[in-house]
């Protein structure tokens, strides 16, 4: 299955769905520390700049669109301006425009829980927005909260995962299954420095990006905020994993 990623970011998407199976094939992406991490770890890969600037012929039609739009003013630690014309969250139509010009077997977004609650303008709640307007082409859709540590990891981060896919071409259970989501149980001791960190599955000890007395200086603010807004490729790759065996149900005769 070919992938797509709009706001590729640090590339959690892309790490995880590639794990998963998938096989990146273009990126969208034009924060330049971040497109430096693509350049490097995907030099092959066709990469577009802004996303307002990509006109959507030029990009190759691909099995899976995946992206996380700007969440700042759907977050609830933000403003909570929305999703209209002029704010970062807004660039949801533009992720949109691409989608219904692709139109893809399937589609898989995240955001933060804000975008389940109505904003304080009382447009209602934001996913809304996002659900009516893949319904209106022709698209259903299943969503659901998945905490990073469900998968196993040392902390919550909670965020909105939305399953798109065209009308009565979908599964005929749901993406999102009631059921034990580590993909890995194992115990993997791990050195860094003169450390032994043992952590079950991909969970390691990176080393600390923050700590007591501040940020480590061996990291760049560009990266804090490039890790700050990466999806995490652990839940990426769990999903990856059920659209394929969701696609295979489908494919079967």
Not at 60 to 74: L, M
Not at 161 to 189: C, H, M
């Amino acid at each position: 299955m070919t992938l797509g990623s709009c706001f590729t970011g640090a590339a959690g998407f892309d790490l995880g769905l590639e794990r998963a199976g998938m096989e990146v094939r273009w990126q969208i992406e034009n924060e330049p520390h971040c497109v430096k991490i693509l350049e490097k770890r995907w030099p092959k890969v066709k990469r577009y700049g802004d996303i307002r600037t990509v006109r959507g012929d030029e990009l190759e039609r691909v099995d899976c669109i995946a992206g996380g739009f700007p969440c700042q003013d759907v977050s609830m630690s933000g403003a909570r301006a929305g999703m209209g014309d002029g704010t970062r969250s807004g660039l949801w139509s533009e992720f949109f425009r691409i989608i219904s010009l692709l139109r893809p077997s399937y589609v898989l977004v995240e955001n933060v829980p804000g975008l389940l609650i109505p904003t304080e303008r009382g447009s209602g709640a934001p996913i809304s927005r996002v659900l009516g307007d893949m319904a209106s082409v022709g698209y259903d859709a299943e969503w659901e909260i998945i905490p990073a540590f469900a998968l196993g990891a040392p902390h919550r981060r909670e965020r909105v995962w939305i399953v798109a896919y065209p009308n009565g071409e979908g599964p005929e259970g749901s993406i999102f299954p009631r059921q034990d989501l580590r993909l890995s149980k194992r115990e993997t001791p791990t050195q860094f420095g003169n450390r032994i960190i043992s952590c079950g599955g991909w969970w390691a000890d990176s080393g600390g990006i923050r700590v007591g007395d501040g940020i480590r200086a061996r990291l760049d603010r560009p990266r804090i905020r490039a890790l700050g807004n990466a999806v995490v490729p652990q839940v990426a790759e769990w999903l990856g994993r059920r659209i394929l065996e969701a696609h295979q149900e489908v494919l079967r005769p």
